[in-house]
């Protein structure tokens, strides 16, 4: 069974960090890139970030660009998004996701999420 956890949301003050966490089971995780994206309150689910299958390389949103980073570790088959500077603007549902290719495109499997609350 293909399974994507999440884990690390919580509630932050504005300024301060979290590090979310995707555990994966059930497919080769090495050939999968793993992106990261969030869904905020009567808002359409977005991009946040991906770590490519082959040579780490990485996407971020504009948003986030220099406050997150994303890494993984194949031998955990975790990814793992690192945020600092935390905003009130990135609260919201966090979701990792999996996709059998280089980069990230059509997500083949979805987490359930886990919530990150940054009050101001």
């Known amino acids: 069974e293909v399974q994507l956890v999440e884990s690390g949301g919580g509630l932050v003050q504005a300024g301060g960090s979290l590090r979310l966490s995707c555990a994966a089971s059930?497919?080769?995780?090495?050939?999968?890139?793993i992106g990261w994206f969030r869904q905020a309150p009567g808002k359409e689910r977005e991009g946040v970030s991906c770590?490519?299958?082959?040579?780490?390389?990485?996407y971020y949103a504009d948003s986030v660009k220099g406050r997150f980073t994303i890494s993984r570790d194949n031998a955990k088959n975790t990814v793992h998004l690192q945020m600092n500077s935390l905003k009130p603007e990135d609260t919201a549902v966090y979701f990792c996701?999996?996709?059998?290719?280089?980069?990230?495109?059509?997500?083949?499997?979805w987490g359930k999420g886990t919530l990150v609350t940054v009050s101001s």
């Open positions: 996701a999996a996709d059998r290719g280089t980069f990230c495109g059509e997500m083949d499997y």
């Open positions: 059930g497919f080769t995780f090495d050939d999968y890139a």
């Open positions: 770590i490519s299958s082959s040579d780490g390389s990485t």
